[in-house]
């Protein structure tokens, strides 16, 4: 089965166009992404001392193009090309490559994020990991898919039991790292790196855990409806549902019980 017929939301509807255009734009950046990887690329450093290549940018604009033609009344947020129409009640967020380190360094483990947001309230969230044919896609109500068949986070209730997965403890400050640290000595497994995969791992019942901090909105909108739907907690580190003005910070639960558990080490 190809990659393209793997991006699917078996869904029916009021988000069902909105969930199927979704895996359409998904599609697409697999296909400008994995044109350049393991490629000889450009890279350059951000004023934010991040790096981003022609894979990035190109990406986002056929991305962009793509939701203007369709939905021209909906505004867009990306990480390479900024916000157009922060006004409007229907929003899409997009980063075109999470991991353009991983993407850079040859590994496989870099993805796009796609998110359709109404009224502040994220609908639709999609990873997709183009390496590895894999793709998840979250609507509300509707449950969580992973190549087309529904998918449901572990029943994991205590950290005792827990795998907890980061992509790298250098981004968290010294108070952060030292509450996570008190955190993760708790666990059962720790796992590092992976960026937005370790989401997926968690809305598939790999892993249980996942936290993060010094994140964007289009780092995180799209893992919301994919954790949520799958049947899992997702919050910042205060316990409040992420939205565009989020601080940053991310914890991602199998269960309600392992979400209280992780949160009195890191929240309020």
Known sequence: MSKTNLMTAPVEGELADLANFTCSLAATAASVTRSYFRKPIDVIQKLDNSPVTIADRECETRLREMITERYPEHGILGEEHGFDGAELSEIWVVDPIDGTKSFISGLPLYGTLIAYARDQDVQIGAISMPELEEFWVGVKGKGCFFNGVPCRTSDCKSLEDAILMTTSVEYFSPENRANFNKLSEKTRIRRYGG?????????????????????????????????????????????????????????????????????SFLGG
């Not at 994140?215 to 899992?232: K, T």
């Open 195 to 263: 960026d937005c995969y370790i989401y997926a791992m968690v809305a598939s019942g790999w892993a249980d855990l996942a936290i993060e901090t010094g994140l964007q909105s289009y780092d995180y909108m799209a893992l919301v409806p994919v954790i949520e739907e799958a049947g899992g907690v997702i919050t910042d580190w205060s316990g409040n549902r992420p939205d565009l003005n989020s601080n940053g910070t991310i914890i991602a639960a199998a269960t309600k019980e392992l979400h209280q558990q992780a949160l």
